[in-house]
Nanobody, 124 residues
Framework: QVQLVESGGGVVQAGGSLRLSCAASGRTFGSYAMGWFRQAPGKEREFVAAINWSGGNTVYADSVKGRFTISRDNAKNTVYLQMNSLKPEDTAVYYC?????????????????WGQGTQVTVSS
């Protein structure tokens, strides 16, 4: 059974940085793509970033491009989201996700397994 556990959320001032981590277990981590999504109160869950099985291909939402970086360490079964220059509009619950595919996708329908989420709050 695939399990994803996020950590690293918290409260930060605008302009600050956070690094989220997602530890995966239950199958061969290095064979599958990973993604980060977020959901703000009253809004739909939205795509943030994704990375392919090897880490050689990444894709980002326009709203975070240039500020966020997704990476993975297949030896540690962990994917990361480095978030810099945070803005109040980045406030949301951030979710790690994976599916039965190796290449990057951006839609939630491609991701079958989800973590419990970690709260990120950016104060102005």
């Amino acid at each position: 059974q695939v399990q994803l556990v996020e950590s690293g959320g918290g409260v930060v001032q605008a302009g600050g940085s956070l690094r989220l981590s997602c530890a995966a277990s239950g199958r061969t981590f290095g064979s599958y793509a990973m993604g980060w999504f977020r959901q703000a109160p009253g809004k739909e869950r939205e795509f943030v970033a994704a990375i392919n099985w090897s880490g050689g291909n990444t894709v980002y939402a326009d709203s975070v491009k240039g500020r966020f970086t997704i990476s993975r360490d297949n030896a540690k079964n962990t994917v990361y989201l480095q978030m810099n220059s945070l803005k109040p509009e980045d406030t949301a619950v951030y979710y790690c996700a994976t599916g039965d595919h190796s290449y990057v996708y951006t839609g939630t329908r491609f991701f079958d397994y989800w973590g419990q989420g970690t709260q990120v709050t950016v104060s102005s």
